[in-house]
């Protein structure tokens, strides 16, 4: 199986953004199939249904095929990648790597604080999902231990953690978490019977819905070099769901682990049993557009990479 590999750039030092959620968010109208929490993170309901998971156009790699359906229930999901700010309010820290030097700074009328989130490994992720749950009252989803308090988990390990990889989802959480592989193609192709078939999360065009090695060059550079950065979440067009940033400008973490599809059809997949690798969906705004694709799968390492953040989703 083909893998690839990701590509790594020089960390530079993380500076904490001292910031309200509010700064980007402040403008989105709340209703009540766009639930919204403390950190300001919009999500949209989408609706349960079948899709054909895989490569159905031939465009990409064997490790995305064979093409099985599968039948999902409906789900809430992020409209937008975690941010810089948003992680800041849940955490109390911002480990992004794109801080405000080494000509990483934002583009021309962008801010820092509304760039997604990154360099945080799967294990930062599903912290994070925990103790937004417990912020929000809502029952934790993920139990380590025997407990599903992240200050009983101990220090987030910096390497693959085999008390951390046995993880288990609580039964009945309503709690926020880490989509499926399978959620997570399913909501960037568009839901029920993918409408459309784009390649891309809302189109065959990639510039409209991506950031990637094509366009993400900043316009205000200052050394006069090609600059390629990420951008704020939504500066690109939505999917028809009402998503954006499916596609480019950061990988996002599943919940699955690394591993082959199967053929036949299945019903709320969860992925493989085990692995060494998460699974990782979306691109990168310095990747070719061919892994943006919405079909385009990928893995992580732990504990951390520079082009890595994560979105939620919600039962």
């Not at 959620?21 to 309901?45: H, Q, Y």
């Not at 009252?137 to 407990?147: E, M, Q, R, V």
């Not at 094509?214 to 006069?224: A, M, V, Y």
């Amino acid at each position: 199986m083909k893998k690839f590999l990701l590509k790594m750039i020089t960390v530079c030092t993380v500076t904490a953004i001292a910031v309200t959620t509010a700064l980007f968010f402040a403008g989105c109208s709340e209703s009540s199939d766009n639930p919204k929490n403390s950190s300001n993170i919009e999500m949209v309901r989408i609706p349960g249904g079948s899709f054909q998971m895989g490569d159905t156009k031939n465009e990409g790699h064997s490790y995305e095929k064979p093409v099985h359906k599968v039948t999902l229930t409906g789900f809430y999901m992020g409209k937008y990648p975690v941010t810089e700010a948003q992680y800041q309010a849940v955490m109390g820290s911002n480990p992004s790597s794109y801080d405000d030097g080494l000509d990483r700074e934002p583009a021309t009328g962008e801010v820092q604080a509304n760039r997604p989130v990154e360099r945080v490994s799967w294990y930062n992720a599903i912290v994070f999902c925990n103790k937004l749950s417990m912020a929000e009252n809502l029952s934790p989803a993920y139990s380590i231990s025997g407990s599903t308090n992240p200050a009983d988990w101990g220090s987030v390990p910096t390497s693959n953690n085999s008390t951390w990889d046995a993880v288990t989802i609580v039964s009945g959480s309503k709690g926020y978490r880490l989509p499926t592989e399978a959620q997570w193609e399913y909501a960037a192709k568009g839901g029920n019977g993918s409408p459309g078939n784009y390649s891309y999360s809302g189109s065959n065009t990639v510039g409209e819905v991506a950031w990637f090695n094509e366009n993400s060059e900043k316009t205000n550079n200052e050394d006069g070099n090609r600059d390629l950065v990420m951008h704020e979440v939504g500066k690109k067009l939505p999917n028809g769901l009402g998503l954006y940033d499916m596609s480019g400008n950061v990988w996002e973490w599943c919940w699955d682990w690394y591993g082959e599809y199967p053929s036949e059809a299945q019903t709320n997949p969860t992925g493989v049993a085990s692995g060494s690798t998460r699974v990782i969906r979306g691109g990168a705004f310095f990747e070719l557009a061919v892994y943006a694709r919405s079909v385009s799968r990928s893995y992580g390492p732990n504990p951390w990479n520079n082009i890595i953040g994560f979105r939620l989703v919600r039962p």
